[in-house]
């Protein structure tokens, strides 16, 4: 007998036919500005943090270490070892609401003291958005579902994401940096076994 994985194979079509047209949502404008100030950051030695929270979070951490292995001075916020930002450093601002507390928190901070922000978020009139120095609009899901059976928003024609909570936002915002990355390693000229060098050899 076959597994009955309708809502499975639903949701993963769903998230399937999302990506594949992540490319045409993007303003590659907005992503030629980050990366002139990734590498403007780079050239100058600045340090780079990096906010997000939740799985927000958990992207930002890879991309950080991406960037480490770029040989950037990044960091996490909300590690011990981070240390303050100052003038021109960059803070990279991952919300998908663009209004979470910690990630708008840290933002205000930064501007405080003249660092520069990047907030990457699905909307351009959020607070974090309106903080920032420069916003790449990242698409994801506008709205939770009310009616949470796959079947019953089948009968009552609501054709709403079938990924939950920010799942969209998120896998969109991870293959997004992945490309940064791949786009940083062209224009400094790194390649796979620099990058390889600085990566831990302890875990």
Do not use: C
Not at 17 to 29: H, T, V
Not at 41 to 60: I, P, Q
Not at 164 to 178: N, Q, R, S, V
Request: hydrophobic share 45%.
């Amino acid at each position: 007998m076959d597994p009955n994985t309708k809502a499975f194979d639903a949701a993963l079509a769903e998230l399937s036919s999302f990506i594949s047209q992540l490319s045409s949502s993007i303003d590659r404008e907005q992503v030629e500005k980050m990366l002139g100030m990734l590498i403007e950051a780079w050239s100058w030695g600045k340090v780079v943090l990096v906010v997000g929270a939740g799985r927000s979070g958990l992207v930002g951490r890879a991309f950080a270490m991406r960037l480490m292995h770029l040989g950037f001075r990044t960091y996490v916020v909300g590690e011990t070892i981070t240390p303050g930002v100052g003038v021109n450093d960059l803070l990279l601002a991952i919300s998908g609401s663009g209004t979470t507390g910690v990630v708008v928190a840290a933002a205000e901070a930064a501007k405080r003291v003249e660092a520069k922000v990047i907030a990457i978020t699905t909307f351009s009139d959020s607070p974090l958005a309106k903080l920032a120095d420069h916003v790449v609009i990242i698409p994801g899901r506008a709205k939770t579902s009310e009616e949470t059976d796959y079947f019953s928003r089948q009968i009552l024609g609501m054709h709403e994401p079938l990924a939950p909570l920010g799942t969209l936002f998120e896998i969109a915002t991870m293959i997004f940096l992945d490309s940064v990355i791949a786009e940083l390693m062209h224009r400094l000229g790194k390649t796979e076994r620099e990058m390889r060098s600085r990566h831990a050899i302890i875990e």
